[in-house]
């Protein structure tokens, strides 16, 4: 699986969990860091956790596993390290906060099209 079809799958299974405001950046040209940032909002710290969870436990399945876990504890902000890919699951007020879309404003999106394509496979 390609780093973009991951971030592509990760934001589907957001997606069936009823995430908020799901965005991809692509940062392969910008940074070492990663090749993706996956971006959405749950609604409270139980939709946080249950979004970081789903996400968690179906890249599983697929032989995929995390190579970090950080805020699962406080659900705030749950950041899940897939190396080429990073999720970024926020409560709304600390993603409004800490703004990463505006932070990589050079950071290609991946079109929305792609993202509801992909939803359809």
């Given at each position: 699986m390609t780093a973009k079809e991951k971030a592509l799958r990760i934001a589907r299974l957001l997606?069936?969990?009823?995430?908020?405001?799901?965005?991809?950046?692509?940062?392969?040209?910008?940074?070492?860091?990663t090749d993706y940032f996956v971006i959405c909002s749950g609604e409270s710290t139980t939709q946080v956790k249950a979004l970081s969870e789903h996400v968690e436990q179906?890249?599983?399945?697929?032989?995929?596993?995390?190579l970090g876990i950080e805020g699962y504890i406080y659900a705030h902000w749950v950041l899940l390290d897939y190396g080429d890919v990073i999720v970024h699951i926020f409560l709304d007020e600390q993603r409004y906060y800490y703004d990463l879309e505006r932070l990589w404003l050079d950071a290609p999106r991946v079109s929305y099209l792609e993202f509801s394509e992909a939803k359809m496979k």
């Open positions: 997606d069936e969990k009823k995430a908020t405001d799901i965005k991809i950046l692509e940062l392969k040209d910008l940074t070492i860091i179906k890249m599983e399945e697929e032989g995929i596993r995390p």
